[in-house]
């Protein structure tokens, strides 16, 4: 029964999922959906993109967060559209839906973007499970967070087109096995694309902005 329950609403999601990329697709905009657990540098990486290309293409960026609207205030001097979800004032959830995203683009000049973000709310597990009308996941790990982690939430990283590696000046620091964990995202999606960068430090994240940039320009 409850399983049942569970796929009615998952199916519920995907079509209005459907229908936010049609909305998506009609502007001309390519979206994407960040994944990662709290911490990872998810808005760090967002303050990096959002400086380098800014000029050169229209971006807007959707945070989730179960509360607070600290990631979005992080933003605000870049001077593009940002929404804020905070989940606490509908439930609570760990994720962002198709629902929830049909609902912030309506505060949004979809003619005016080139390029959408979505963060998502810090998280390994359910994101995953939820399609909100995005072009494609991106899932970010940090060196931080440990070798381990593909295996512990394969979905998320199966699901993702993008893996992306952060914190890599942390890597003599610790004993993160980059060829462990690069062989395991192979196990679980042997079609992923992986990048490794620093978001603090810049290392490596010309890579990143060459892969959003070739996205966009396909996309328009
Ligand atoms: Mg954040
Ligand atoms: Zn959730």
């Known amino acids: 029964m409850e399983v049942k329950i569970v796929q009615n609403i998952l199916a519920a999601n995907d079509a ?41 293409m229209k971006i807007a960026v959707i945070e989730g967060d179960i509360s607070t609207s ?15 979800i905070n989940t606490e004032n509908i439930g609570g959830d760990c994720h962002l839906d198709a ?26 597990v359910c994101p995953a499970e939820f399609k909100v009308g995005e072009n494609c996941k991106v899932v970010m790990i940090s060196v931080a967070e440990g070798d381990d982690k593909v295996l512990k939430y394969p979905l998320a990283f199966n699901v993702s087109k993008l893996v992306l590696l952060n914190k890599i000046d942390l890597l003599s ?29 810049g290392e490596g994240i010309e890579n990143w902005l060459e892969w959003v940039k070739e996205k966009v320009c396909r996309r328009k």
């Open 16 to 56: 209005l999922a459907e229908k936010n990329r049609e909305i998506f697709e009609k502007q001309g905009i390519f979206v994407i959906n960040l994944l990662s657990a709290p911490g990872s540098g998810k808005t760090t990486l967002l303050e990096k993109t959002i400086a380098a290309l800014n000029k050169e």
């Open 70 to 84: 600290r990631d979005a205030d992080r933003l605000k001097k870049y001077e593009i559209p940002v929404v804020q």
């Open 99 to 124: 629902n929830m995203i049909h609902s912030a683009i309506n505060n949004l000049d979809l003619s005016s973007i080139d390029l959408l973000i979505i963060e998502n709310v810090g998280n390994l």
């Open 173 to 201: 620091y610790t004993d993160f096995d980059k060829e462990k964990f690069i062989k395991e995202v192979k196990m679980v999606n042997p079609s992923a694309e992986i990048l490794s960068l620093s978001a603090k430090t």
